[in-house]
């Protein structure tokens, strides 16, 4: 299971947020924060991975042998949280072809892409994962099924400005 | 107009600073509500992005989560779009709001666009809560068999959430996996197979019906190995390797339990560590997975070598990754194949360089791991390297690791100290004391090494000095244990001299500033004196000067020991018996845990024993007996080895040698009975000669290492003297009462040996019989037999009672050692008559395993009632304070202390009334008072009802007072006098002028005495202070009958120069006026201050002189007044008086000497302002430990809360004190103005206190009274109350 997708800058500030488990607000914080600090005092030699009893931030659903499998890209740190289900050279791959993904969807994506589109990032992440289990790695598919839906969506806008009001919930 | 998301997040980032940026985002969320509000469709979509926005910077956004509900209930997929990602990201599983959505989510799970489909998935796959997912399941089943692959994988996770959530769905699913097993989509396969996985793990029967998929995934496992290219789902070369990683998974899950599947996929994973050779990532993800099922499944042998193999190739690389992985998995599997792991040994070791410290620590795990008792030295030493190598950080887990090591296995012993010792070179300071402990214990074990380990420690120390400290304490432990040893030449080693071991001590004793390698050091040197044969003399002059530095320590503990060897170094009697080598020390595992200090040594714990008559004078007679106890055993045992080798050598006297050890105490409740019993159990442990130590370690197990448990001990016993006491004394006082009875009196500790080597062929002799207890009335004899058997003691304990009450509940309680058998024989009752009337006994046979090895030890216990009668649940308290009445206010120290009244009836006072109550104290208390006509002593009594152990309650019964020296009570001595009780407290005089509420017939009778008791101490009590006999005071001893004593030790001489500076009573005065009239002038200044200050003159100075402990004064040394004309000079003061006290409380760091100037002032025209304080005085706390020079804190204060800091300077030397004042001194000083201006020359006047009473049944008068008595004291409370409103009022008002 994947646990959380986490996405951080080289400042410690946190671009993209996605857990699969319900954790407190403060809680995610704090553990963002921790384990941000945990990874860039680890220099880009070492090993990707990171245990989870390195990280003091405790999560009731979470057992010990979560790990933190991260990678570093340009401005922007990738954490993929998992627990031991998950093969750790496995999900390395799988940062690489969301990350891929990103990059086709956005057209060399950028940190600033995260900013203004998180929506999309959801979306794009939505077509890979679901409740913490991979489903899709084919990027093209992938990058596919969500300009299809974008293409859809904006059709509806085009639709939708010819409606006056919209039936449902009306008083 | 409301921003676009776009514009505001533009905003948002543009935000200089933080407030702006809350600003800008407060102002768009109430647009966005205003907006959500007008049900303003149109802008829904955007509005929602825009709060998710927000929410996502971190700001509250809950508003908006209505509004996602709203937008997937549209039909339109913009709408639908944003209101599942609104969901998603706002609304968790917990959420209520979610049930609301089940029935969109529904409609859209079969909506005609896959799309839709698919977000109604996402969002119930992500989201959804239990309730949900039993509501959806019937419509996620459809979805998988929807013809569109997109949907198709989705409905499968969707699946799988479901199933996590309400397992019992299961079934529903489980039909339909075969058909997406074979779905053309790879993506949808993936997601069936971790769904099979989920499945497998879930339900056995699954998991059997389901290996017939085997082949079926071998086949296309293999189709994605062989087929060379297809661009769709290549990564880097491998086909689709998330599918090849999640097939490889389900085969090893599949083939766990089962052999059949086992066969059919394992040459395949083979194949694929085999035929993968990339070297990125990928691949080895793919090989890691197989190796991982391989590990996982039934495989053969040769096909888990394969895999181990390759996690080796793994470790080989130089990718971090592929080493943290591949270590993690030797881990797992290295308890299962031990032989496959040990042959990357190597390769695992060489890990232990890596950079990355999560690499490393996995290494060292493993490594440990690994260990055995073949490749212990080679890997140890490699670890050994690796400890000098390492960071700091790891040193202390892998110094821990490396002894744990050595423990579990049983290897060359030179070797494995010798490896300790390295690691206590090396990462000394990393490891705990068990360490320490541990290695010393080796030592101690294996004599024929201890030459060869302690001079290995010596020429350790010698070469270079500054060691750890845990290699100097073992070090030192060593050489004064084995000191003998080093004189000779071992292996290698040159013999060396006793001056050098000395000197090396003395370097080592210097430098070091740890507590407690400094003990062992001086352990060292006291056990050296008895080590050479050669130089003796020399020896213990030079260890004498030597532990003489630390006599005078600032640590409690090593100035005890010190003197305390510096005692032992004069009775050269003992000294060799004490100070003889340990015997191998035995350590219980399960002890050694707790065991901190089991390396300190057993003179330590003959220190510690002789510290016990300190704390209790009692113990005195316990440690005598000891020490009786300690020569004889030890005879014995000499004798013991003499006559070893002719066991039939006629018996001696001392054969038949049994001692005991008696150790009574009382206490009133049986919880604490047994930890007392351990504690004195341990106290006489200690005194055990060591041959009986392991003997006593089978019986004990609390005192198993009496190292450990020593401390422990001796501090309880300690806080149990220092409570007990009391406590003591007033359980006999209330059994002379017999108020209260329950007493339980238990508690001895019996220690019997008998000799072994009574000869067998003798005829057997009669032992004689002994006491073993006398104690309150209660003795018990112990009569001895032989029995059949020869190991076999018949004893036959005679109980006899002289109290005058019988002892009921008698419950006598026997333990022997382990070796021993005990069979209690049954008593012959349990009452004991009173008056030596008559007996009981009880017969018991023990049985000596051990016999002719070791002597039998008894340990007894017994526990009585006297008198039957359940304890009185009510004590009285005495208070006296002092009251100066003129000046309406409470000085002195107030004595408490709980009293005794006797219940018992005095006939031959004929002044006794019918009605009236008296009370009778028993006890004589002593003051010694400043003689003033307006001096109150003020007699306050409490009763204290308690109700358990902490619940107390204190009423108050009532009061009196007596004027001691006003005019019209002259006649109050040596005569009984009458007074009156009042009602309420004695703090109704600070209102009123005298107590007015008489408690009716209720008499204090009173016997006050000038006496003499106290004339030899008078110098010694403090003024205006009270005690009684069993107040325990420094320095004086209660010699016979009434009368205290000076310790007759005390006689010298001791010389005080003060010197007195030009201004420094000026400036005095100054600080005075100053502080003292600011308070009454608002215009204060310099012209009113010359103005006071000719009107203020100095009356009289004198210097008064105390021994103090930093609390309160102890003793007065004495009092002199200084001519007021000689100020410049030096003045010099010879104090007659008790100054060797000085000496002696000179070794005691807590006392110090406290010297006060008293200024008498008259204030002249400024009286009325002297009502506001008392006495002015300045003191200088002299700390009397030998250092050269003090320096004191110094203030100025006074009474009324105005507070002036000096920084002075102070110099005292050791022998005359130079006291120059307020330049650069430091001086603690205190100013307080005296009411009373012309002081008289402190006359003194000394009387007892007798309370006594003329009418009996007090307590029965009182008990009946009580309600009464609490109704009035409520009363009075409220009256005080209202006093006190209207007195504050008052103040008020004059301000």
């Known amino acids: ?171 | 107009m409301s921003l676009s998301l776009r514009d505001l997040i533009r905003s948002v980032r543009n935000a200089k600073t933080i407030s702006q940026a809350r600003e800008t985002i407060s102002n768009e969320s109430a647009k966005i509500r205003t907006s959500f509000r007008s049900e303003d469709a149109k802008s829904r979509p955007k509005n929602v992005m825009k709060a998710l926005f927000i929410y996502l910077s971190g700001f509250n956004a809950n508003y908006a989560q209505l509004e996602c509900l709203k937008l997937i209930a549209m039909p339109s997929f913009i709408c639908k779009k944003v209101g599942y990602l609104g969901l998603s990201i706002l609304l968790d599983e917990t959420e209520d709001f979610l049930v609301m959505a089940t029935n969109n989510i529904r409609n859209d799970l079969i909506s005609e666009s896959k799309y839709t489909i698919g977000l109604a998935l996402t969002a119930l796959g992500n989201l959804g809560s239990e309730d949900m997912a039993r509501d959806l399941a019937p419509e996620v089943e459809n979805a998988m068999q929807h013809k569109d692959a997109f949907v198709k994988k989705k409905a499968v996770l969707c699946a799988f959430r479901i199933i996590k959530k309400v397992p019992e769905t299961i079934d529903r699913f489980v039909g339909r996996i075969r058909l997406l097993l074979s779905d053309k989509n790879h993506s949808v396969v993936m997601c069936t197979l971790q769904l099979v996985e989920l499945m497998v793990e879930k339900d056995q029967e699954i998991r059997k019906k389901f290996e017939k998929f085997t082949v079926g995934l071998c086949r296309m496992l293999k189709s994605l190995l062989e087929v060379p290219y297809s661009p769709e789902y290549d990564v880097s070369g491998i086909t689709d390797p998330f599918l090849q990683v999640h097939i490889i998974k389900t085969l090893g899950l599949l083939g766990e339990f089962s052999q059949d599947s086992s066969e059919i996929s394992s040459d395949l994973l083979g194949k694929v560590i085999n035929g993968i050779k990339s070297n990125k990532n990928v691949g080895n993800a793919v090989v890691y997975e197989a190796v991982l099922s391989i590990l996982r499944m039934k495989s053969e042998n040769a096909i888990r070598m394969i895999a181990i193999n390759s996690l080796s190739k793994f470790l080989m690389r130089q990718t971090n990754n592929l080493r943290y992985v591949a270590l993690n998995t030797l881990a797992k599997i290295v308890k299962t194949n031990p032989k496959a792991v040990q042959k990357h040994r190597k390769i695992i070791v060489e890990c232990l360089r890596d950079f990355d410290t999560s690499i490393r620590k996995r290494a060292l795990d493993l490594v440990f791991l690994l260990i055995n008792e073949k490749n212990a030295k080679n890997l140890i030493k490699e670890l050994l390297t690796y400890l000098f190598e390492t960071t700091h950080e790891f040193r202390s887990e892998i110094a821990s690791k490396i002894c744990f090591a050595l423990e579990r296995l049983d290897q060359d012993q030179k070797w494995q100290i010798e490896t300790l010792i390295d690691v206590l070179t090396v990462a000394g300071q990393y490891v705990s004391e068990n360490e320490t402990s541990k290695t010393i214990n080796l030592i101690s074990k294996y004599s024929e090494l201890q030459g060869y380990i302690t001079h290995n420690l010596f020429n350790l120390l010698l070469k270079d000095r500054e060691r750890s400290e845990k290699l100097i304490q073992v070090a030192s432990w060593a050489i004064g244990e084995y000191g003998d040893l080093l004189l000779e030449r071992v292996e290698s080693y040159d013999s060396v001299s006793p001056i050098q071991i000395l000197d090396l001590l003395e370097y080592l004793l210097s430098n070091t500033k740890d507590e407690l390698t400094r003990f062992y050091i001086l352990n060292a040197l006291i056990k050296l004196t008895v080590r050479f044969q050669t130089q003796q003399k020399e020896v213990i002059e030079r260890v004498k000067s030597l532990i003489q530095r630390f006599e005078t320590s600032i640590s409690p503990e090593i100035q005890q020991r010190s003197s305390e060897f510096l005692g032992l170094l004069e009775k050269d009697d003992i000294r060799f018996e004490i100070l003889d080598k340990i015997p191998p020390i035995i350590i219980q595992q399960e002890q050694e845990q707790e065991s901190e200090s089991e390396t300190k040594e057993k003179e330590k714990e003959k220190e510690k024993a002789q510290i016990i008559p300190i704390e209790d004078p009692k113990k005195q007679i316990l440690n005598s007996s000891n020490n009786n106890n300690n020569n004889n055993n030890n005879n014995i045992i000499q004798k013991d080895q003499e006559t070893k080798p002719i066991p039939k050598e006629k018996p001696k006297d001392s054969d038949n040698l049994i001692t005991f050890i008696t150790t009574p105490t009382i206490k009133t409740t049986t919880q604490n009975t047994n930890q007392l019993q351990n504690t004195i159990l341990t106290g006489n442990n200690i005194n055990q000669p060591k041959n009986d130590l392991d003997l006593l370690d089978t019986i004990f197990k609390t005192t198993v290492e009496p190292d450990k448990s020593q401390p422990k001990g001796i501090e309880m016993l300690k806080k149990q003297l220092s409570e007990g006491i009391l406590e003591q004394n007033q359980n006999q006082n209330q059994n002379q009462n017999q108020n209260q009875n329950q007493n339980q009196n238990q508690n001895q500790s019996l220690n019997q040996n008998q000799n072994q080597n009574q000869n067998q062929n003798q005829n057997q002799k009669k032992i004689p019989s002994i006491i073993a207890f006398q104690k309150d009335g209660l003795t018990i004899k112990l009569d001895f037999k032989k029995g059949n058997v020869i190991n076999n003691t018949i004893i036959t304990a005679v109980f006899s009672n002289s109290n005058q009450q019988s002892l009921t509940n008698f419950k006598f309680q026997v333990a022997v050692p382990k070796f021993a058998q005990l069979k209690l024989g049954p008593p012959s009752g349990n009452i004991i008559p009173p008056n030596n009337s008559g007996i009981m006994t009880q017969p018991l046979s023990v049985i000596n395993g051990m016999y002719g090895k070791k002597a039998l030890i008894l340990r007894v216990r017994i526990e009585y009632l006297i008198n039957n009668t359940p304890k009185e649940n009510f004590n009285f308290f005495l208070f006296i304070s002092l009251f100066d009445q003129s000046n309406r206010s409470f000085f002195g120290s107030t004595w408490k202390k709980q009293i005794l009244i006797s219940k018992e009836k005095e006939k031959e006072k004929e002044k006794e009334k019918e009605n009236s109550i008296s009370i009778l104290i028993k006890e004589s208390i002593f003051g010694f008072l400043s003689e003033n006509e307006n001096l109150v002593i003020v007699l306050e009594f409490a009763l204290q009802k308690n109700f358990n152990k902490i619940q107390k309650e204190i009423y108050g019964i009532g009061w009196s007072i007596i004027k001691p020296f006003s005019e019209e009570n002259l006649s109050i001595w040596n005569k009984i006098i009458s007074i009156p009780l009042f009602n309420g407290t004695p703090r109704s005089l600070l209102i009123l002028q005298n107590p007015t509420k008489l408690i009716k017939d209720c008499y204090i009778h009173l016997y006050l005495q000038k006496t003499e008791m106290i004339k030899e101490i008078l110098h010694l009590v403090p003024i205006n202070f009270f005690f009684s006999k069993s107040d325990n005071i420094p320095g004086i001893s209660k010699s016979l009958g009434n009368h205290f004593k000076l310790n007759p030790l005390i006689n010298l001489s001791f010389k005080i120069q003060l010197f007195f500076q030009k201004n420094f009573e000026l400036e005095l005065l100054d600080c005075l006026i100053n502080s003292i009239f600011l308070n009454f002038y608002q215009e204060f200044n310099q012209e009113i201050s010359n103005k006071i200050k000719k009107s203020i003159k100095i009356e009289q100075r004198k210097l008064s002189i105390e021994v103090h402990n930093g609390l309160k004064s102890i003793r007065k040394l004495g009092e002199f007044f200084l001519d007021l004309e000689k100020k410049d000079e030096k003045i010099i003061l010879n104090l007659p008086g008790p100054i060797h006290v000085i000496n002696q409380i000179r070794k005691n760091p807590f006392f110090v000497l406290k010297l006060e100037l008293i200024y008498l002032i008259d204030f002249g025209n400024f009286s009325s302002i002297q009502k506001h304080l008392e006495k002015k005085s300045c003191e200088l706390f002299c700390n009397l430990i030998n250092q050269e020079k003090v320096e004191f804190p110094f203030f100025i204060s006074i009474s009324k809360g105005i507070f002036f800091p000096f920084t002075t300077k102070g110099v005292l030397r050791k022998e005359e004190m130079i006291i120059p004042m307020l330049t650069n001194e430091q001086i603690k000083m205190r100013i307080q103005t005296n009411l009373i201006k012309k002081e008289k020359q402190f006359p003194k006047t000394i009387f007892p206190i007798k309370l006594e009473n003329s009418e009996g049944n007090l307590n029965k008068n009182l008990e009946e009274n009580l309600e009464e008595n609490l109704e009035r004291i409520q009363k009075y409370r409220e009256e005080i109350k209202e006093l006190e409103i209207r007195r504050k009022f008052e103040n008020h008002f004059w301000k």
């Not at chain 1, 057992?63 to 340009?74: G, L």
């Not at chain 1, 994506?109 to 900013?115: F, G, N, Q, R, S």
């Not at chain 1, 790695?137 to 596919?144: S, W």
């Open chain 1, 1 to 171: 299971m994947i646990k959380a997708v986490i996405v951080v800058n080289n400042h410690g500030k946190p671009r993209f947020i996605k857990f699969y488990d319900e954790i407190p607000e403060e809680k995610r914080i704090k553990l963002v924060k921790e384990v941000f600090q945990k990874i860039t005092q680890r220099g880009d030699v070492l090993c990707n991975f990171l245990d989870g009893t390195h990280v003091s931030t405790e999560i009731a659903d979470w057992s010990s042998d979560i790990k933190f499998v991260y990678r570093h890209f340009a401005t922007l740190y990738f954490i993929f949280v998992i627990d031991s289900s998950e093969s750790e050279l496995g999900t390395l791959d799988l940062i690489q072809v969301f990350v891929e993904a990103l990059d086709q969807a956005f057209e060399n994506i950028c940190e600033l892409d995260i900013i203004f589109h998180p929506d999309r990032v959801l979306y794009i992440l939505d077509q890979m994962i679901m409740g913490g289990l991979v489903f899709e790695t084919d990027i093209k598919q992938i990058v596919f099924i969500s300009e299809e839906c974008d293409r859809l969506a904006d059709e509806a806008k085009i639709k939708g400005q010819g409606r006056d009001k919209d039936p449902s919930f009306r008083k």
